[in-house]
């Protein structure tokens, strides 16, 4: 008596324990400095050499020396004296330091809530245009190309308190009475604000249609056969849309508000009454308050104490929206 084994249900039955597959030839092959040679790293590194040093001496050498000298006493010109951490401790101290932390988050909220929003809007609209949007969009960055010295002191002249100033004229058009601007510690932080909006806004503008032009156009048909106006599309396909964005362009923007210099410096100078006093306008008075030179021990302290926490608030941020700006 033969048995006969059919050979297509042999073929069905698996092993129950398959060997594991063979290692290839890259896993056993093991990267030596021979190999790396001859894989044409040593001339990776010869042709990223030049860039790598131009980096560290130019970018992270003054980082260290700025570290180094927030433990000393000096004004570049004596000789240093290691002070150790008195540096941190008479910034800490100073009762100036709450004020221009006050006003620099002041300016960041009024530079949030203003700044923020607008060059969103202007962008959408923008994006609406069916003729002349390359007109518009040069328009829009058009203060960009401004130079920003050049347009502070083009605003202090606009920003004229007398009733002749060109503002307080054109308020006088409406039955508006002139406003003190940059001379009263009321109106003069956010008419600094106002002119920082208008220099830096058309930036983000630009950002904002580059990534409109990403979004699907099925998405708009799509609402707009469930019936969506303008409004519910921005709120319910645009700003979803630009999601991602707008996470990244908020937190640049904390990051530039809470270094503001140029327009307290230029316009007001810190005035009036400290009004206008920044964390960025404070480091340059411990630096250059007279003509033989500050305390740049002082300086470099209040400095790294700011880098440190943008630092850490940029480290936050990115972990709490993580999820936000993905899903």
Same mark, same amino acid.
């Given at each position: 008596m033969t048995t006969t084994i059919d050979p297509d249900a042999a073929t069905d039955v698996a092993p129950r324990h398959p060997s594991p597959p063979a290692p290839t030839a890259d896993r056993r092959r093991r990267r030596s400095p021979v190999t790396w040679v001859r894989g044409g790293g040593l001339w990776n590194l %010869?042709? +990223?050499?030049?860039? +790598?040093? *131009?980096? &560290?001496?130019?970018? =992270? &050498?003054?980082?260290?020396?700025? %570290?180094?000298?927030?433990?000393q006493k000096t004004n570049l010109i004596t000789p240093p004296v290691w002070v150790g951490l008195d540096n941190f401790a008479r910034v800490l101290s100073d009762p100036n330091l /709450?004020?221009?932390?006050?006003?620099?988050? $002041?300016?960041? /909220?009024?530079?949030?809530?203003? /700044?923020?929003? #607008?060059?969103? +809007?202007?962008?959408? +609209?923008?994006?609406? %245009? @069916? @003729? /002349?949007? &390359?007109? $518009?969009?040069? #328009?829009? $960055?058009?203060?960009? !190309? *401004?130079?920003? !010295? *050049?347009? *502070? #002191?083009? =605003?202090?002249?606009?920003y004229n308190a007398s009733p002749d100033g060109v503002f307080n004229t054109v308020l006088g058009w409406v039955g508006i009475p002139p406003q003190p601007w940059l001379q009263s510690s009321a109106t003069a932080m956010p008419s600094l604000v106002i002119e920082a909006t208008w220099a830096a806004a058309g930036g983000s503008i630009i950002i904002y249609l580059a990534a409109l032009i990403a979004v699907p156009p099925e998405l708009y048909d799509a609402a707009e056969v469930d019936g969506a106006g303008i409004w519910r599309k921005i709120w319910h396909v645009t700003l979803p849309q630009l999601r991602g964005i707008l996470f990244i362009m908020l937190i640049l923007q904390v990051i530039g508000t809470a270094q503001v210099f140029l327009e307290p410096y230029l316009f007001t100078g810190g005035g009036p009454n400290n009004s206008t006093l920044t964390v960025l306008l404070l480091i340059y008075r411990y630096a250059f308050q007279n003509s033989l030179g500050g305390d740049y021990g002082e300086a470099t302290a209040l400095s790294l104490m700011l880098a440190i926490f943008l630092g850490l608030l940029s480290w936050l941020y990115f972990k709490l929206t993580d999820r936000w700006s993905t899903n």
């Open positions: %010869v042709f +990223l050499a030049p860039m +790598l040093i *131009v980096f &560290g001496v130019f970018s =992270w &050498g003054p980082i260290a020396q700025a %570290v180094v000298m927030s433990f /709450g004020t221009a932390v006050l006003n620099t988050l $002041y300016f960041a /909220g009024l530079a949030l809530v203003f /700044g923020f929003p #607008l060059p969103i +809007l202007m962008a959408v +609209l923008m994006s609406e %245009v @069916r @003729r /002349g949007k &390359g007109l $518009y969009s040069a #328009l829009a $960055y058009l203060p960009v !190309v *401004v130079p920003p !010295v *050049v347009a *502070v #002191l083009l =605003w202090k002249v606009f």
